[in-house]
């Protein structure tokens, strides 16, 4: 027979296994239902459980992931109104939670940076990204892809100065890469060429000479590279017109020919290919 105080402490002990375990459910009730709606593209209900489930558990991954991609999936890119305002504002804060988290996998830790980085671009916000990569090359120094995606963001941005610089520290780690020296070597025709007018004197012949060296490395590499050597003819092009811009023809005559011995050598490896 059951006396009175054993009866109070059976009924003690199971009323506290009900509340540890209500704790655990009420966790487990709100990822569930917040995915649910998540598949079901309900965002905003989404968003509400998980803020739940966040406020049970700070540190749940998937409760700050997917508060971040619903936030991402609500914004309307270029829109200004304060619904969008806040989609940008909670949803960056939830990317930047998540990015401090543990992930389950180094696939879920790449989605989110992905999905970060693409929601930073989609309302413009070049200068966060570019800094949080330049954070993670500090502790991933040799991650060769990182430093090719912030070359990019430099180049958006406009500071093609630190942009060359990036896309020149990626070459050097790999100095046997054609490609690397090749698009270094692009990226210096390109901003001589389509800078025009913004470019100065002294910039374009600095970057026509970083270009043409960055060339005569991949061609090292590959004597028969056919693209930098059509490259090599347009960049003297471009050395030609910087040359004659200050009265130097005879120099610009000379990168005209060096230009055609170029262009010629192209044409040999196009028509010796079957």
Known sequence: MTTPRAFLALSTIAFLSTVHADSRSDEQFFSEEGRELYIARKYEAAIAAYEKLIAINPQSWDGNYLIAVSCLALYHP????????????KGIAAFERTLKLTPPSPEAKEKTEKYYLAFLDVIG??????????????????????????????QKQGDFEKSLEYFEKRAN?????????YTLGVNCWA?????????????????????IVAFEKALAVDPDYFDAL????????????????????????EAFAKADEYKQRAIEIRQARP
Not at 134 to 150: S, W
Not at 191 to 211: A, F, I, L, M, P
């Open 191 to 211: 901003r001589s060429y389509h800078g025009g007018v913004t470019v100065g004197q002294e910039e374009r012949e600095r970057v026509v000479d970083r270009g």
């Open 173 to 181: 780690m790999e100095p046997n890469s054609r490609e690397a020296w």
């Open 230 to 253: 059509a490259y090599m003819n347009l960049i003297y092009r471009e050395k030609a017109k910087a040359l004659a811009a200050v009265g130097l023809n005879i120099d610009a005559e």
């Open 78 to 89: 270029g829109a200004d109104d304060p619904q969008d305002m806040e989609y940008v504002e």
């Open 125 to 154: 916000d070049k200068d966060k990204a570019i800094a949080y990569l330049e954070e993670q090359l500090e502790q991933r120094p040799n991650e060769l892809a990182l430093i090719n995606q912030i070359a990019t963001l430099y």
